[in-house]
C-alpha cells in the first residue's frame, strides 16, 4: 500500500474526489484531511478582536491601531 499527499485548491478538488470515487474501492481508502489554511484562522482572530461597532468607530485612527 502506498499513501499520496496533496494539498489542492477547490477548483480541482471536486474533479480530484470525484476520479477516486470512481476507482475501485476495494483497493483504495480516501482520507480526507480537510484542514482551514492557517492565514483563515488569523484572519478570524483579527475580526474577533476587532472593537469597532459603528461606522464612526471604523473612521477613528485608534481603530487602525488593532491591525497593526
Known sequence: MHTIKLQVEDNIYEHIMFFLNNLNRKDLKIIENK???K???EDLTLFSNHTANLI???KDDS???IWK
Open 39 to 41: 492565514i483563515l484562522d
Open 35 to 37: 484542514s482551514t489554511p
Open 63 to 65: 481603530e487602525d491601531d
Open 56 to 58: 464612526d468607530d471604523w
